[in-house]
C-alpha cells in the first residue's frame, strides 16, 4: 500500500519563489493535515482539511496555502518564498478525529536561500 | 488553548534503565492523547494510544486527568528504542486537530 505519498523529498527555493508541496493519499481518509517539523520545536500544525472543499488553519499558517479539491490531495503552496521556511515538512491523513491514528508522508525537506 | 508540553528535549540512558518520557496537556474537552515515534530514516508512526491500554514494545502510557499528563514508561530501555518521540492530542465532537509536542530525543547508550 502506498499510503501517504509527498513529493518532493528535497528542494531548494531562492527566497521569493515559490512552490507547491504535493500530497495525496490512498486510504480514503477525510482528515488531512500538513505540519512543520523545526528543531527543538516539534511538529507545527500549517493547515488541515476534514474533506474536499473543507480547509482551516493550524497554529502557524502565515505564508502558505492549501486547497483541498479531491479526497486524495491536498497541496501546500508556499508564495514568495523566506528563509524563515526552511523546515521539514510532513503531511499526514486520518479516517477520523478522536483517537483515529494518523499516517505519515516520508517529509520534504525544504531550504529557502 | 490546546496545548501539548514535553520538558525534556534530550533524554540520555543506558542500556536496561527505566525511562520515562514526560507528556502535560492543556485541552478543555476530553482529550485522546497519543505519543507517536520517528526512528531514524523511517515516517513518524503511531506507537500507542490512551484508549487501548496497551502496552507496545514494552512501552505504556497512563492518562492522568488530575494531573493532565500522559507520560511514556519503559522499564527497562533498549539500544533500537533511540529515537525521536512526540506526545499528540487530539479531540472529538468537532475538534478536528491533531497538535504535537515538542519531542523529546531518547538515547539508549550500551
Known amino acids: 500500500n502506498a499510503g501517504v505519498t509527498q513529493t518532493p523529498k528535497f528542494r531548494i527555493l531562492k527566497i521569493g519563489q515559490s512552490m507547491t508541496l504535493q500530497c495525496t493519499q490512498d486510504?480514503?481518509?477525510?482528515?488531512m493535515y500538513w505540519y512543520r517539523q523545526d528543531p527543538g520545536m516539534g511538529l507545527k500544525l500549517i493547515y488541515y482539511s476534514v474533506g474536499a472543499g473543507i480547509t482551516d488553519k493550524g497554529e502557524v499558517p502565515n505564508g502558505y496555502n492549501v486547497s483541498r479539491s479531491t479526497t486524495e490531495d491536498f497541496p501546500l503552496r508556499l508564495e514568495l518564498a523566506a528563509p524563515s521556511q526552511t523546515s521539514v515538512y510532513f503531511c499526514?491523513?486520518?479516517?477520523?478525529?478522536?483517537?483515529?491514528?494518523?499516517?505519515f508522508g516520508q517529509g520534504t525537506r525544504l531550504t529557502v536561500v | 488553548a490546546q496545548r501539548v508540553t514535553q520538558p525534556e528535549k534530550l533524554l540520555s540512558v543506558f542500556k536496561g534503565a527505566p525511562v520515562e518520557l514526560k507528556c502535560n496537556y492543556s485541552?478543555?474537552?476530553?482529550?485522546?492523547l497519543f505519543w507517536y515515534v520517528q526512528y531514524s530514516r523511517q515516517r513518524l508512526q503511531l506507537l500507542l494510544r490512551?484508549?487501548s491500554r496497551e502496552s507496545i514494545k514494552g512501552f505504556t502510557a497512563d492518562l492522568n486527568k488530575g494531573e493532565t499528563s500522559f507520560h511514556l514508561k519503559k522499564p527497562f530501555a533498549q539500544e533500537e528504542d533511540s529515537a525521536m518521540y512526540y506526545c499528540a492530542l487530539s479531540g472529538s465532537g468537532g475538534y478536528n486537530k491533531l497538535i504535537f509536542g515538542a519531542g523529546t530525543r531518547l538515547a539508549v547508550h550500551p
Open positions: 490512551h484508549i
Open positions: 485541552y478543555s474537552g476530553s482529550p485522546e
Open positions: 486510504m480514503n481518509h477525510n482528515y
Open positions: 499526514a491523513s486520518r479516517g477520523g478525529q478522536g483517537d483515529t491514528e494518523a499516517f
